[in-house]
């Protein structure tokens, strides 16, 4: 065998896929096209162990103009001749080895993903884990990962409007950085990811090619690496001003007839842009080594095809037409240079001085194996589920005192310190900013509005992946509902451990199809996803972390609704619940339960039934002005919720109804389907109608105002101390001293 | 009249300030690609925000090179309007048009967030919209607005009535609070001695249209307008 083990380990290749290589080439690949195979392969570019499941996802709706698939996400009609592209991708293992730069990189990625497409991105998103603020390196890692988001995205002008962060001690080997960008596009503008016919002309825009990055989607992103430490020379070092030029340079390139498709060089460069156009158009293409510009000499084919140094684009260009698009590039001192060919023959061929250096058919590198390993259900998950909730004791503390330690832990206390960081308004269409249930922004020469949320509770998932995977779904769209916007489309981010472990296949089966469930019930197909698999460290595997984010459209921006109380003497209405009673299983993954009584357990469940229902009505109560806000009860539950309604809209609340003997289930469970609404009392009967035409329970628990908040006889807190509480949490965890 | 909006490689608030003016304001705008020289007919300048060529060396220090900004030279020395928004100030700072330089926030972090800012003269072309005094609420979003100036220089911009804008809390008192940066005497925006070059860190376009938010920096932008409308700039039109 020519290639060594030490190579395929390099690539992550096992030794059966290498023999597939050889049988299916009818050859000894050399190491050139055992590396595009590595790249092609891979998890990240071959999803070969997700991409069957992949497939129960729901891709399809009478908004979609173009499905995804072979393209970087699925194209979403919005009306009036516009239509939105959105993608959530990771950058988790780069961002454990070098935090600023595996973060930044990975807001610059997902952004090329877009504008590749046509799309001016509108709006960026992050889905954070951390392992516990109290070590040290969490801390680093958090702010580092903040610090390079911030860095990055302010850099390039793009709003960074939301997403959510969570602690546990999971994830502190392997924390998770998932990246969401939105864009929008006139649908003529619309380019796609391909090679279209042959003759076409292919030019590499942006950065030069240098050593960075390779083998970070085959070695990097698909194995765990426990034993690999020292990996920083497969993180990428971003370059932000060139992201923006790039940006304005594609879109003005998009808007003429001269190119064919664009795509960007993402995860295995130049490897996987080219092959994947090709594979597009059916066709194949030919890389000529020498003229792709780089940044030392003495690089070797296999280092340029190989790459990942950022910041670069592929652009097919019609033949005799290169000239009048390198002048748009040389406009903005951006280097363009014609590096290959379309060609007939479906090959992808690499030359070098006039020597072919590897030529495989393109059809088998975008045709990798395709794996259901065995998926088994973890022994310990039985015990877990039936936990005997109410067989715990009320804690040792005052329901005030609970109250304020769930608002000022760093699960729950405000973002601000985050969000503050990020310019979250350039555009100039961020109407409801970060803070509340999920950003929404206007769409400049409409009325509509857009609002983006991200959601995935790892808690939940672990203990029922299949519930786990429909409450994300049902808790990203929730928060969509709660400004107003009906959700049209989802993008998903999967992010678990080893599927070669049977118990961590059976998390990723069930969670997908809890998804997909979800997702045909609201009617919003999954747009676009990535998978992110092998995330462990030390051989422990993370919580099962779906991340979901949800796109919801509204045709009348100005009628929103925001997540702070409003007005004096406004009723309070709890949706989808007709009491304050709950029972004890309720309390399944609370944070409470971690934190008071330091367990993950129990069954979360969700009624999609009523969870579409309470949605419906909360987006009806808002569009009819009858709601005059509306926030989701969800982490920490319903009095975390009151607690935060009051703090935003600096006011307080009385709340009559009758808490039980046990207020810890009442208050601090993490039910599904609960919304908290406040209306004017001329406005409580056709608060009424509404409920009873959707069949939604509710229930009238009390009334806005004064400085306190009043939870029956057990909580009575003044909003300053609630809000010193909230707001200050989060930076209070940072300064905690070293424990590690 | 007309507003031009000029555009440096890594600009990101020439959209935005283009949508002020226009949209909101109801006014012309034109984009001025910073490698062209020609500001003939524009009444006002903007120097928006963004990363001009990534504010790499130092923010502003590349793009004062570019060819637009011999233009603006000349368009300000003639008495035209010029208003240096966030990166905007930075550039005109390091132009020489204005004294004083934008160091790191005294935290080290970016910010982005709503301030208030007092009026502290109605006596410019760029506040004659409002009251000595005013408070205006306009968001900051920047890493690197903490203004530094030595202490005669200080002297001067205080005794000219050169500072413009101070960060203040709600009541419009300038407190060490109140400050989002460090900078010094709460300084948020200077004009120069003529008092027809402004530069400010917040940004007053984002803040023009009730969907926003507030529409406080209309003020900065009306009170320009009614400056153009009564005495047009003899240096702006006829350049």
């Not at chain 1, 896929?17 to 050399?30: F, K, S, T």
Request: proline share 5%.
């Amino acid at each position: 065998m020519p290639i060594s083990q030490e190579v395929l380990d390099q690539l992550a290749i096992s030794q059966g896929e290498y023999e597939a290589i050889v049988e299916r080439l009818g050859r000894e690949p050399n190491h050139l096209e055992v590396g595009l195979f590595g790249s092609m392969w891979s998890e990240h570019c071959g999803y070969k162990h997700s991409k069957p499941l992949l497939r129960s996802f729901n891709t399809t709706s009478e908004r979609m103009l173009v499905a995804p698939g072979s393209e970087n996400a699925g194209v979403v009609d919005i009306g009036q001749g516009l239509a939105v592209v959105m993608k959530v991708e990771s950058h988790n293992h780069p961002s454990a080895i070098e935090p600023y730069e595996g973060a930044a990189t990975g807001v610059g990625g997902i952004v090329r993903d877009i504008f590749a497409m046509g799309a001016r991105p509108i709006a960026l998103l992050n889905s954070l884990r951390f392992g516990p603020l109290t070590e040290g390196r969490n801390r680093y890692l958090f702010q580092g990962v903040v610090s390079g988001i911030s860095g990055y995205g302010n850099c390039i002008g793009v709003p960074d409007v939301g997403g959510e962060v969570q602690f546990a001690p999971c994830y502190s080997g392997n924390p998770l950085v998932n990246a969401m960008c939105v864009g929008i596009l006139r649908h003529e503008d619309l380019r796609r990811a391909t090679a279209g016919s042959p003759g076409n002309l292919i030019m590499l825009v942006g950065a030069d090619t240098g050593r960075d990055g390779i083998h970070g989607a085959s070695g990097l992103a698909s194995r765990t690496f426990e034993e690999e430490r020292e990996l920083r020379p497969t993180v990428q070092v971003g370059n932000p001003f060139l992201e923006k030029v790039l940006i304005e340079a594609c879109l003005e390139a998009a808007e003429s007839d001269a190119v064919i498709g664009i795509q960007d060089l993402g995860a295995a460069g130049l490897t996987s842009s080219s092959v994947e156009c090709a594979s597009n158009a059916g066709v194949g293409i030919r890389i000529d080594i020498d003229a792709v510009p780089r940044r030392e000499s003495g690089m070797t084919p296999y280092e340029v095809m190989l790459s990942e140094s950022q910041e670069r684009m592929l652009v097919v260009v019609k033949p005799g037409r290169e000239a009048e698009v390198k002048a748009i590039f040389d406009r903005w001192d951006l280097r363009s240079d014609v590096i290959g060919e379309v060609m007939e023959d479906g090959l992808a061929s690499i030359s070098e001085s006039g020597r072919v250096e590897a030529a495989v058919p393109v059809e088998l590198l975008t045709d990798p194996p395709l794996y259901e390993p065995p998926a088994m259900k973890p022994s310990w998950l039985d015990d877990l589920q039936s936990f005997d909730l109410e067989s715990l004791p009320l804690p040792d503390a005052t329901p005030s005192d609970v109250l304020k330690t769930l608002l000022a832990s760093s699960n729950i206390a405000s973002r601000q310190w985050i969000y503050r960081q990020y310019d979250h308004q350039v555009q100039t269409n961020t109407v409801v900013a970060p803070g509340g249930d999920a950003a929404l922004l206007r769409v400049k020469d409409t009325t509509k509005g857009l609002a983006v949320s991200t959601d995935g509770n790892g808690r939940f998932c672990y203990l029922d992946p299949y519930v786990g995977g429909m409450i994300a779904v049902a808790e990203a769209c929730r928060n969509v509902s709660c400004t107003g916007a009906t959700p049209i489309a989802l993008t998903d981010c999967l992010n678990f451990g080893n599927p070669e472990k049977p118990e961590i296949y059976f998390q990723l089966r069930e969670a997908v199809a809890g998804m997909a469930e979800a997702s045909r019930r609201f009617d919003a197909p999954v747009v676009s996803g990535n998978v992110s698999l092998y995330n462990e460290a030390q051989g422990e595997g993370i919580y099962p972390t779906p991340v979901v984010g949800a796109l919801g459209l509204t045709e009348d921006v100005s009628s929103h609704t925001t997540a702070g109380f409003k007005g004096e003497g406004d009723i309070i209405v709890l949706l989808g619940r007709s009491s304050l009673d709950a029972d004890a299983s309720e309390l399944a993954g609370s944070e409470y339960l971690s934190l008071f009584h330091g367990t993950v357990a129990g069954r979360p469940t969700i009624d999609l039934d009523l969870e579409v229902a309470v949605q419906r009505a909360c987006r009806s109560l808002i569009s009819s002005g009858i709601a005059k806000s509306a926030h989701d009860c969800s982490d920490g539950g319903l009095a975390v919720a009151l607690a935060e309604s009051a703090i935003i809209g600096e006011l307080g609340a009385d709340i009559s109804s009758r808490v039980e003997d046990r207020w810890d289930i009442s208050l601090f469970n993490e039910g599904q389907s609960r919304i908290l609404v406040s209306v004017s009392p001329d406005n409580l009967d056709a608060l009424r109608t509404v409920c009873e035409s959707e069949s939604v329970p509710y229930v009238e628990i009390g009334v806005v105002g004064g400085a306190e908040l009043k939870v029956g006889e057990v909580v009575a807190e003044s909003v300053a101390d609630l809000t010193d509480a909230y707001m200050n949490g989060l930076p209070r965890s940072l300064e905690t001293p070293s424990h590690s | 009249m007309e507003f031009g909006v000029i555009v440096f490689p890594g600009t990101w608030s020439d959209g935005d300030c283009y949508t002020a003016v226009t949209d909101n304001l109801g006014e012309q705008a034109r984009y001025i690609w910073h490698k062209d020289t020609d500001v003939s007919g524009v009444d006002c300048l903007i120097v928006p925000g963004g990363f001009s060529y990534g504010d790499y060396l130092r923010a502003g220090a590349i793009a004062r090179f570019s060819p637009i900004m011999k233009s603006v030279e000349e368009f300000a020395s003639g008495g035209g309007l010029v208003i240096g928004i966030c990166n905007g100030f930075q550039i005109l700072c390091e132009a020489g048009l204005l004294p004083g330089v934008l160091m790191r926030n005294d935290h080290l972090q970016f910010r982005c967030q709503w301030v208030n800012l007092r009026v502290e003269t109605t006596d410019t072309h760029f506040t004659n919209a409002s009251q000595k005094g005013d408070v205006l609420s306009v968001p900051i979003s920047h890493g690197e607005g903490n203004f530094y100036a030595d202490e005669a220089t200080l002297k001067t911009l205080q005794d000219n009535g050169q500072i413009a804008f101070s960060y203040c809390d709600d009541a419009g008192n300038v407190t060490p609070e109140a400050n989002p940066n460090g900078s010094l005497r709460n300084i948020a925006g200077i004009t120069n001695a003529e008092g027809n070059v402004l530069g400010m860190m917040p940004h007053p376009e984002r803040c023009c249209d009730p969907l926003m938010g507030g529409t406080d920096g209309l003020t900065i932008f009306r009170s320009i307008v009614q400056s153009i409308s009564k005495s047009p700039i003899a240096g702006a039109s006829s350049a």
